[in-house]
């Protein structure tokens, strides 16, 4: 019996190691792990996403997309229990949450949360490696007739494939700036 013990030994190690292999990338989940953040009508910040277990006090990074993009790290200050957001037409599964906004003012905004890696400013546009697969992906934003919708893509935006999507409406008219991969159903 002596002798099967470092053997047991030794398969138990390995069954221990590789249980924690997969530990090392935890899998990045677009659903819930990406909302919309704005600036509210009382001038707080608002984030709208569809999860309801952060923290008060977690770190969220705010992907600000514009002609120069940049990212913003932000703390959850508390869970609401009613909608902050000035979208009429949030998420049906949406959780809101409010942080401090440090008397900024920008347009809707992609919040990143539960992400530890970076976001990266490549030629003035912000790029990430979300689900570790050694792909960056890429934020874009573009406006429709009365809104702006918002995207993650796999890549190069309008290249690949599209990741996540939200829309926001404005309520008024704008110039549409939007191409039919940013809206069409995949």
């Known amino acids: 019996m002596q002798k099967l013990t470092?053997?047991?030994?030794?398969?138990?190690?390995?069954?221990?190691?590789?249980?924690?292999?997969?530990?090392?990338?935890?899998?990045?989940?677009?659903?819930?792990?990406?909302?919309?953040?704005?600036v509210s009508a009382s001038g707080d910040g608002c984030l709208a996403i569809p999860n309801s277990t952060l923290r008060e006090n977690q770190l969220i990074k705010l992907v600000i997309l514009g002609k120069q993009q940049t990212?913003?790290?932000?703390?959850?200050?508390?869970?609401?229990?009613?909608?902050?957001?000035?979208?009429?037409?949030?998420?049906?599964?949406?959780?809101?949450?409010?942080?401090?906004?440090?008397?900024?003012?920008?347009?809707?905004?992609?919040?990143?949360?539960g992400f530890t890696g970076d976001l990266k400013l490549v030629k003035g546009k912000v790029r990430a490696d979300l689900n570790g697969d050694g792909t960056t992906e890429s934020f874009r934003s573009c406006t429709s007739n009365e809104g702006l919708h918002l995207t993650v893509w796999a890549g190069e935006a309008l290249k690949t494939k599209r990741l996540w999507h939200e829309y926001y409406y404005l309520g008024f008219d704008i110039e549409p700036s939007c191409k039919p991969a940013d809206y069409d159903f995949p």
């Open 6 to 38: 470092p053997l047991i030994t030794v398969i138990l190690s390995a069954v221990a190691i590789s249980g924690h292999a997969g530990e090392k990338q935890k899998v990045f989940k677009y659903s819930s792990q990406l909302g919309v953040a704005e």
């Open 71 to 113: 990212v913003v790290e932000k703390r959850i200050v508390k869970k609401l229990e009613t909608s902050c957001s000035r979208n009429p037409q949030p998420p049906p599964d949406a959780s809101f949450y409010a942080f401090s906004t440090a008397e900024e003012h920008f347009d809707p905004a992609i919040a990143v949360v």
